[in-house]
Structure formats: C-alpha cells, structure tokens
C-alpha cells in the first residue's frame, strides 16, 4: 500500500524509512538515503525529506500554533505539509530525469547478531555526522551570537520588510527571527521571546501571524547542517537548488495563506 503511494513521487516503499526518520532529524535521515539503488531515488528521497518537519520544527509548530492558536490548528499544518510534500515530490520527479525502479530486497539468512559489528558499523555510520554536525551548530551560532551583539540582525530584519510584512503579513521583526532559524529552528521561539521580552507570543503577533510564521518555518531553508549534509552527499550546486527550493516554496505558500486566512479570521 505505502509502496503504491511512493511511486507517486518517483519512489518505492524503501524510501518511507528516511522520510520518517526525517520527522525526527533531517541530518540522519538524508545520511541514511544510502540505502536506495539509485542517485537519482537518493536524490528524490532527499529533497522530500527538506520538507518534512524535525523535531526542531515541530517545537516551533506547537509551541507557536497549538498553545496559542488551538492544537487542531496544528494538526492542521501537518496534514497541509503532507500535501506539500507529496506535490513538490511530484514537481521533483517530472523535472529530475530518469526511470523509477521497483522494490526489490534481498532477505538475507537471520543470524545472531554481533554486538562488536553492530558498534564498528553504528559509529561508522554516524561519525561523519557528528564531525560534520557540531562544528556547525557551534559556529553558527556564534555567528548568531555576535550578529546580535553588534545589533546586526535588526537591518537584516528591516531590508527583509517588503518580503516579511508586505508579502507574509508578519511582524517586521519576523525577518531577524528567520535569519535565526537558519542555524537552528527552535531559535525562533526563544529569538521571538526575547525581542518580546515575554513568553505569551500573542503580545507581538495575531493567530493568523502565528499560523503563517509556523507554515514558513516548517518550509522554508533547512538548518546549516542539513545543507552541509546535503552539499557533501550530493554537491553544492544541488543543495543550493534544494534550499532555494525551500525558500520559493514557503514564500509562496505563506504568503497565499496569510492573504487567504485574513479573508475569514
């Protein structure tokens, strides 16, 4: 049945493992992409994947959506994020060249496994991450750091103006809250109380703002080290592709929902 569904987007069933994983850290999960036949199929899964929203993201959609806007709110999104995966899978499939390939998997005979093989493979597998990972994560957020310190991200903020409250409806300090989200998501939750000096979010923005800054989070340009993933398995050029992707995508649809959502709250 999912194998069925998969092929809808140039996929099979074996691609469901990622995808999932991919709710949980998009990092891993695009590393774990290996196991499909094809650089093509690896490629698709990936880019599916960039959509799915993280554990980081989910923080962002419920601690932005569903305690001040109403969990089916939520619910919501995630329902319209399927929609959205499965639409740009389709856009991804026409306009990456090649064939499909089946499911095919060889069951190997069951034995005992080795707790020594298990441990060599597991940090074979994971040490590239980690080494890639961190790094990141830590200068990154220094970058971050110093930006605010030097009260760099405000202009930031103001020049994305036309794009961040003309286009999206949101607050103009919603730019500099993206920017922040680019290192790591759950960023835009503590930047936004900070700014506000308050943890009720609803003193700087109104429901509809809360559903569409939510939407364009869980879109729009993965975290630095989900592009560091995606530029050493597949090359800059595609992950530069992929993350503008991202960003056309979540402006878009952000910008229709915000319109669409004033139009009856």
């Not at 707790?115 to 990972?133: D, E």
């Not at 050029?237 to 004033?262: D, E, M, P, Q």
Request: hydrophobic letters at 55%; aromatic letters at 10%.
């Amino acid at each position: 049945m999912m194998d069925s569904a998969i092929h809808k987007v140039g996929l099979h069933g074996k691609a469901l493992i990622p995808i999932i994983l991919g709710y949980g850290c998009s990092v891993p999960a695009i590393h774990s992409c290996k196991i499909m036949e094809t650089r093509r199929e690896r490629l698709l899964a990936a880019f599916a994947i960039t959509f799915a929203p993280c554990s980081a993201r989910t923080i962002v959609l419920f601690g932005m959506v569903g305690l001040f806007v109403g969990i089916h709110w939520a619910l919501l999104l995630y329902v319209v994020n399927i929609a959205i995966i499965f639409v740009m899978g389709r856009i991804a499939m026409k306009a990456v060249p090649g064939k499909s390939t089946g499911l095919i998997m060889e069951l190997s005979s069951f034995k005992r496994p080795s707790m020594k093989v298990v441990l060599k493979q597991t940090w074979a597998r994971t040490k590239s991450i980690i080494y890639v990972v961190f790094p990141i994560y830590i200068v990154g957020s220094a970058l971050i750091q110093a930006l605010y310190l030097y009260d760099i991200l405000t202009p930031i903020g103001n020049a994305l103006y036309p794009i961040t409250v003309l286009w999206l409806g949101l607050p103009a300090f919603a730019g500099a809250l993206l920017l922040l989200g680019i290192v790591r998501k759950e960023l835009i939750i503590l930047g936004a109380t900070v700014i506000l000096g308050t943890t009720n979010l609803l003193l700087g923005f109104t429901s509809v703002q809360l559903v569409v800054m939510a939407l364009v989070a869980m879109l729009y340009i993965p975290c630095v080290s989900t592009m560091a993933i995606l530029g050493k398995e597949f090359g800059w050029k595609t992950a530069t592709l992929i993350s503008l992707t991202n960003i056309g995508t979540a402006l878009i649809i952000g910008g229709l929902t915000f319109h669409f959502l004033n139009l009856f709250i």
